[in-house]
Structure formats: structure tokens, C-alpha cells
């Protein structure tokens, strides 16, 4: 059974500008069968939180955040604080209550 | 699944190092990036005991990081440093004075003193107002030649023995892609030099050369340092951009491309036949060049003359364009002296016993300084006194100006900067008023001081209560501008002749 869940994303390096300039907020997901009819999976990853978020948070020029069904590159992703290089990146599956933070090296010098 | 970290300290891994795919916890991570900071410096051997060292510091990430990890080594093995920070305000609103709020508070924060010089001082120019004028397509090229020689005049205020700035591995690799991209050889060879500088000027060092982009936003991140994240308002357009986002996409797939990109750039050798300029002096200003005047110094003719795209594209063309000014400047010239002798000559000009004022509010009495040889009345509100006795070759001129004010070492700074500006004209053959008198005081007006000169012709007689700060902030604009007043005429600018 799918549940909703609960997550604290937060924003940094400017990455927070995309998405109202609010640096960390918490979302409450829906169970993702709701949200995606067609997913197979019953956890969300954060490849549908990447979706989600563009469909509800992300308000301006989505190139700058997105590319294909990624992060654009130079936007790190950090889960509960952890490089999600060590987490299988998209493949993720996200857990209640975790936090998931954006941080663009992509701004200024 | 938590991964344990691969230097076996029993901690979890915090991040996957791009340059070399090891996890590592935090503590382990960071002390990789200090202590490879430390090798790159040693190696490098960029600093002496006992230097004084200015940390380019823009209030951004890397210089942030840089700030942070030269106060911590500078401990941590007792380089015996003195660090200072050194910002340039650029003047672009929204940006910069932000980002210096940031600046200010590393500096409280670690300790360290720190200077900010302007580009207003320096140049006379914000680039807000170089923006207005050039339009946002080449507007980092100014940028970039005046924050360069910026921070050398910083430096040398300052009396240190290096600068030190935040270029990180990113960066350096993002520039010698770009040097291919643009067949730039001569900066091709240079650019990946640890150090930098030839006899005479004080030698660049990027501790950070070998610091991936990646890794300097995860230890600020980590650390907590505060830096300042806001793109430049300007860089969107920037050739760089795209550069860089090619390379980000490289990366992607396969992290050490960077250190590849920068070991090729450091390894190329250049064929012994290609001509490479060689680097000597600006002979106006002095600073390091590859030419016989400095590209700062011609982007600044430029925009003191009203051709903001001078220094933008080949040498040759902006020799044609000055020729083309100089042209137009003549037939101009005569032409404002034929029609003021007609109107002197039907006397209508003249007020009588009546005060003529001039709507100049909008700053809008451009002349350049260099061509029309008198001192322009360039203010932001102008008040022209023509008294009754006025004759032809007996007038009073009197300008009020918004008061602009700078302290003494401003003066000393602009001084430099105007004189170089002289020199310039000479060099490109602009006629210099060296038979008027007045001119020359103008040539050496200081962009940023109130000065008021009573220039008094024998001829004429007469006075002249100038703003050169405001003078020199609006000649580029038109030229032809006729006085609000009655008279309804081309100002008083041109009654000298």
C-alpha cells in the first residue's frame, strides 16, 4: 500500500531563486499511485519528486533546475545531509520525514 | 544504505570527492581539501613567511572557502601570513552591494581587515552605467579588464606581495575551454599557470586551482560558511555560460574531466612559429599588457568618448572608429563655432538683464571633454547668468552641480586614472586642446571630487564653476544639445571658441 509522506526540502548556493526564494519548506507527498497512476513502484524516488516539484514549487524558468529527468548539472543533491552519490541518485527511495537539499554550485564566484 | 567512509575511520561517508570517486565522512573530507589546498601551495611554493597576501574576496563561494581554509592553514602550519581581504565594488545594483554585506561579515568573522575600492573611483564608471551604455552583450568584457586591474591597484594600496584569488579547478578547466573555443593561444598558455605575473606587477595565486567547484560548495555547506549565492544580474548572456554549462555536462558523465581538461592545458606546448604577443607595459597606465596601450585603458577611451564598443573586436577597428569621431568631431567643431559667431554676431543670445536658465536637469550637456575643448557644463542642473552688461566677448557663465565628494586618497587614485586618459588622447592622435585654456584642467579632472575651476580667459572673460565629476559620467552621451534656455542656441559650452 502506498502512503503519503512527509519531507523537509530546502534550497541553497541560489537554487532557493527558482523556487521563491524559500530556503527550506516542508511538503507532504501524496501516496505516489494518486499522483502517478501509471507508476508501478510504491515508494516514491526523488526522479517523481523532481516531477512533483516542478509540477507544485518550481515557479520560473525550469531549465535552470531541470535537465532531461535530472537535476541540471552543477545542482547537488544532498540527502539528510549525504551526497546522493552514495544513494543511488535518482533511484532513491524516499523515506518519511527525510530531508532533501539543493544546492546550485552554478552562482557567482 | 550508509556507506562507510574509505579512509576506514569507523564514520559514515558524507560525499563521493569528483576527483577521485573515494567517500568520505565529513571530517575526513575536509581534512583532504585543506591538506591538498596545503600540497598545492607548497608546491607551488606561492607564498613567503612573512607576506603580506590581499584574498581577492567577492563575497561568493570560492573566495568564501578560500578566505576560510588560508585562516585555517595559516594556522594549521604556521605560514606566517598576513591576510587581508580585498573587494571590488563594481557598482551593480542588486549584486555587488549585496554581495559586500557578505564580504563584511567574513571579514568580522575571520578576523581579517579588509579594503573595498570601487570601480566609480578607479574609472570614473559603475558598470550599471557601462551597462546603460555598451547594452549587456560585451558588458563583462569591462567587467572583467577593470576588476584586473582593480585588484592590482588594490594590491598595490595595500603593499602586499600577492593576491590570492578563488579561481577553482572548474573555473581554470571552463577557461582553457574557452581559450580553444576562441583561438586565444596566448591566454591558452597562461592560463593554467599556478602563478601569474611578470617583473613588476604583483603575482595572482590560486591556492584553489586544483579544488573542484563540487567540493568548495560542500564544505562551505558543511562548515556553514556564509556566502553569497546571487547571480550576476549582467552574466546571462556571458559567453562563459555556455562554456561552462558544457563542461558541467561533461563532468556529469565523468568527473575528472576536469583535471584532464587542465593537465592538457598545462602540458599543451605551442608551435615555435606561432607568434605570441608579448607582454610588456600599458604605456598609458602602466600596468601589464599585450599591447602598446592596455585594453583597460582603451575600453575607458571608449567610454569617455562615447564608443562604448571600442575596445570590444580588433585593434583595427577601433583605430578606424576613432579615426571616423575624430572626423565627425572636426565637422562639429566648426560647425558649433560658425553658428555661435552668427548668433554673437546678432546679439540675440543674449538675456538681457535677465536670468536664462537652463533646463540641463537631465544631465543631458554631454561634450566630450577631449574634443570641444571647454569646459563642458555638464551638471545636473545648470544656471546660466547672462548679465546685462554682457557683451559679445564678456559673459558669465555659471554652472551648479550636484556636489560629489571623495576623500583624499579617491583624489590621488582618479588623478592616476585621468592622466592616463591624457595620455591616451595623445596616443590616438585625438586633437587635445592644447591651444585652449581650459583644457587641460578638464583633461585632469577628477572623476570624483568636486572641483571648481574659475578658468579666466583674458578674451573672454570668462568664469567657469565646473562639476568635472558629472562631466566626466556623461559624456557619452549627445553632443549637440541646445541650451533650454531663451536662447535656445548650443550651450555654453562652445562660447570659449
Redesign the interface.
Known sequence: MAHPIKLQIQF???AE?LFDSIKSRTIELPAIDKYFPECQREKWTIKELLVWMKDNLLRERPELFLQGDSV???I?V?VN???W???DELSYELLEGDTIAF??????? | ???PCATGCGR?????RPKTGD?LCKECFFWAFETEIHFTITRGELFNRGDSVAVAA??????TVLAHVLKTLNERYNYGLNLILLSIDEGITGYRDD?LETVMQNSADYVMPLKILSYKDLYGWTMDEIVAQIGRKNNCTFCGVFRRQALDRGAALLNVKCIAT?HNA??IAETVLMNVLRGDIARLKRCTAISTGSEGTIPRVKPLKYSY??E???YA??KKLV??????VFAPNAYRGHA??LL??L??IRPTCIMDIIYSGETMSVKEEVTLPTQRTCSRCNFVSSQEVCKACVLLEGLNKGLPKLGIGKSSKAKRMLEEYNAKQNDSLQEAISEINDEFKKNNCISKGKVCKSNCKSKENKHSTTDLNTVDANTNSCEQVHSNEVTDDNKETKCCNKKQYCTNKKTNETNESNSKAEKLLAEYGIPESSDKPNSIEETNSSQDKVCEIDVSNSVDNEEFDVDLHTNDEVILKEEDNTCAGACGKVDSLHIGF
Do not use: Q, W
Not at chain 1, 103 to 109: A, D, F, N, Y
Not at chain 2, 12 to 16: C, E, V
Not at chain 2, 58 to 63: A, P
Open positions: 541553497g548556493g541560489g531563486l541540471r548539472p552543477g547537488l544532498l545531509d549525504t551526497d552519490e552514495l544513494y544546492i546550485s554550485t552554478l552562482h557567482g564566484g | 544504505m550508509p556507506v559514515n561517508a558524507s560525499l563521493k567517500a567577492s563575497g561568493g563561494k570560492d573566495s554581495s578563488g572548474d573555473d567547484e563540487k568548495i560548495v560542500m555547506h558543511y556566502y553569497f549565492s546571487t547571480e550576476c561552462r554549462a558541467k555536462d563532468e556529469k
